[in-house]
């Protein structure tokens, strides 16, 4: 643990009540929420403004102190949790949690790292204007989190990743130093785009403070059909007529099996099977208008009647639900982005993020649940995801009745074969979760030895000292 001479500074500088360092107090900073990873530290800092970030990190890069930035601690890689070594400092975000400004007419808002993603939805509605990015932790998860993790989620068919959705970044360098820029325009062609560096970077380069971001027209026809079929290449194509014939109108299109829904049945408060009869796969599909239909006719609900009849009478989908309400709808979204969380429900998990090209999904699907099931019988893989942009959330649970230990201690194994069959299809073995230390030892798998040499010199230009999240991503 660092001498108290060394961590007094610190407290000095957010003040005792920001200064943690009662255990019970610090506990829910030190656990990610799947347990699977649980660390040690002397102190819990909440900062209040970007000055008292910045003194923080001065004073760590001068005294050799480690700081691991956290967010809503939502992450899914273990990132944001200090190891067990007790000597790694935890920077809490959550105080930095103003919105500075929204601007309408220019269709930006900035606002600070702290702030929730549900609160950023909640002031873009006020203004009738859209921030795209949808997560099923929204209500805790923080905007900071979000950029340094290059957050994905089910938005991105249309608007893109995280990355896409950013206009400028204020960031506290390793050293205390300040990058101002937070400029809102959508062009700006001087030099080196610095801000990319840090979207993604996941704490390792610098902590982002605040940030400019996009907005977008809200909606003003949206239709949400829930749709059950026979398999993953119905879904596929289904997709590609949908993609078609909506173009940008199709801002939703996600992927879920049969198990998944009954997880989530079973689990989540409300929740209700929308079909009659079960089908083995099921897509959610979403079309968005920005504008009203003539005559009261809704765009959007006409294109998805025609869709779903065609679909129909081709043999690619058993039945179909079309949300008659906006309750009705968020019913239908409940289902699928409870699905993370209502596996724990069924025992142990074993998780893979990954993307695989759109037209190889059926086919990776195919083989690596044949796999699973080979080297674990009885295992009940439930994967789904957001398959218009290819990125499978390809996670196994445990056979009913197994020993959740000794499953679980199967994790490495099965990540090595199914990331085996992701990367034979030319995919990715992290689409949206980041690296963190979670896959830290695999990155080096898949990247090239120039890759991982110039993230190594990026590193070591931003952070000599290893100051900012050391052991994650390299």
Same mark, same amino acid.
């Given at each position: 643990?660092?001498?108290?001479?060394?961590?007094?500074?610190?407290?000095?500088?957010?003040?005792?009540?920001?200064a943690?360092?009662?255990?019970?107090?610090?506990?829910?900073?030190?656990?990610?929420?799947?347990?699977?990873?649980?660390g040690?530290?002397?102190?819990?800092?909440?900062?209040?403004?970007r000055?008292?970030?910045?003194?923080?990190l001065a004073?760590?890069?001068?005294?050799?102190?480690?700081?691991?930035?956290q !967010?809503?601690?939502?992450?899914?890689v273990?990132?944001?949790i200090?190891?067990?070594?007790?000597?790694?400092?935890?920077?809490?975000?959550?105080?930095?949690?103003?919105?500075?400004?929204?601007?309408?007419q220019?269709?930006?808002?900035?606002?600070?790292? !702290?702030?929730t993603?549900?609160?950023?939805?909640d002031?873009?509605?006020?203004?009738?204007?859209?921030?795209?990015?949808?997560?099923?932790?929204?209500?805790?998860?923080?905007?900071?989190?979000?950029?340094?993790?290059?957050?994905?989620?089910t938005?991105?068919?249309?608007?893109?990743?995280?990355?896409?959705l950013?206009?400028g970044?204020e960031v506290?360098?390793?050293d205390?130093? *300040?990058?101002?820029?937070?400029?809102?325009?959508?062009?700006?062609?001087?030099?080196y785009?610095?801000?990319q560096?840090?979207?993604?970077?996941?704490?390792t380069?610098?902590v982002?403070t605040?940030?400019v971001?996009?907005?977008y027209p809200?909606?003003?026809a949206?239709?949400v059909?829930?749709?059950?079929?026979a398999?993953?290449?119905d879904?596929?194509?289904?997709?590609t007529?949908?993609r078609?014939?909506a173009?940008a109108?199709?801002t939703?299109?996600e992927?879920?099996?049969?198990?998944?829904l009954?997880?989530s049945?079973?689990?989540?408060?409300?929740?209700?099977?929308?079909?009659?009869?079960?089908?083995?796969?099921?897509?959610?599909m979403?079309?968005?208008?920005?504008?009203?239909?003539?005559?009261?006719e809704?765009?959007?609900?006409?294109?998805?009647e025609t869709i779903?009849?065609?679909a129909?009478e081709?043999?690619?989908?058993?039945?179909?639900?079309?949300?008659?309400s *906006?309750?009705?709808a968020?019913?239908?979204?409940?289902?699928?982005? !409870?699905?993370?969380?209502?596996?724990?429900?069924?025992?142990?998990?074993i998780?893979h993020d990954?993307?695989?090209?759109?037209?190889?999904?059926p086919?990776?699907?195919?083989?690596?649940?044949?796999?699973?099931?080979?080297?674990?019988?009885?295992?009940r893989?439930?994967?789904?995801g957001h398959?218009?942009?290819?990125n499978?959330?390809?996670?196994v649970?445990?056979?009913?009745?197994?020993?959740k230990?000794?499953?679980?201690?199967?994790?490495d194994?099965?990540?090595?074969?199914?990331?085996?069959i992701?990367?034979k299809?030319?995919g990715?073995?992290?689409a949206?979760?980041?690296?963190?230390?979670?896959?830290?030892d695999?990155?080096?798998?898949?990247k090239s030895p120039?890759?991982?040499?110039?993230m190594?010199?990026?590193?070591?230009?931003?952070?000599?000292n290893?100051?900012?999240?050391p052991?994650?991503?390299l």
């Amino acid at each position: 643990m660092p001498e108290s001479s060394l961590l007094s500074p610190l407290v000095d500088i957010v003040g005792p009540r920001n200064a943690l360092t009662d255990p019970a107090d610090m506990a829910p900073y030190l656990r990610e929420w799947r347990d699977l990873y649980q660390g040690e530290t002397p102190l819990v800092l909440r900062p209040g403004t970007r000055e008292e970030v910045s003194a923080i990190l001065a004073h760590a890069d001068r005294t050799g102190l480690k700081i691991v930035p956290q !967010g809503g601690n939502t992450g899914l890689v273990g990132g944001q949790i200090p190891n067990d070594s007790a000597r790694e400092i935890v920077l809490s975000l959550g105080r930095l949690n103003r919105i500075r400004e929204v601007d309408a007419q220019g269709y930006t808002m900035t606002v600070e790292a !702290g702030c929730t993603l549900q609160a950023i939805h909640d002031a873009a509605d006020e203004v009738e204007r859209l921030f795209p990015l949808t997560l099923g932790s929204q209500g805790s998860c923080q905007i900071g989190g979000n950029i340094a993790t290059n957050a994905g989620g089910t938005a991105v068919l249309a608007y893109g990743n995280t990355r896409d959705l950013v206009l400028g970044l204020e960031v506290v360098l390793p050293d205390g130093r *300040v990058v101002e820029g937070l400029r809102g325009l959508r062009k700006d062609n001087t030099g080196y785009d610095l801000k990319q560096l840090f979207i993604g970077s996941e704490g390792t380069l610098g902590v982002i403070t605040a940030a400019v971001l996009k907005l977008y027209p809200r909606p003003r026809a949206q239709d949400v059909a829930f749709v059950g079929l026979a398999s993953p290449g119905d879904a596929l194509e289904l997709f590609t007529r949908a993609r078609a014939r909506a173009g940008a109108m199709l801002t939703g299109f996600e992927l879920m099996p049969r198990v998944g829904l009954e997880f989530s049945v079973r689990h989540l408060t409300g929740a209700r099977d929308p079909l009659q009869a079960p089908s083995p796969w099921y897509v959610l599909m979403e079309l968005s208008s920005g504008t009203e239909g003539e005559d009261g006719e809704n765009p959007t609900r006409t294109l998805m009647e025609t869709i779903l009849g065609e679909a129909y009478e081709a043999g690619l989908v058993e039945d179909a639900a079309l949300a008659e309400s *906006v309750a009705q709808a968020a019913a239908f979204w409940h289902l699928r982005h !409870g699905m993370s969380e209502v596996q724990r429900e069924e025992g142990g998990s074993i998780k893979h993020d990954v993307s695989v090209p759109v037209a190889s999904v059926p086919a990776f699907l195919s083989e690596a649940i044949a796999a699973v099931e080979k080297m674990v019988p009885d295992c009940r893989p439930v994967p789904f995801g957001h398959m218009g942009d290819g990125n499978i959330h390809f996670n196994v649970s445990q056979p009913v009745g197994a020993d959740k230990a000794a499953f679980l201690a199967r994790w490495d194994e099965m990540n090595e074969l199914v990331h085996g069959i992701v990367l034979k299809f030319g995919g990715s073995i992290s689409a949206e979760h980041g690296i963190g230390r979670l896959k830290r030892d695999l990155l080096g798998e898949v990247k090239s030895p120039v890759e991982m040499d110039l993230m190594r010199r990026i590193k070591a230009a931003f952070d000599p000292n290893n100051t900012l999240n050391p052991g994650r991503v390299l």
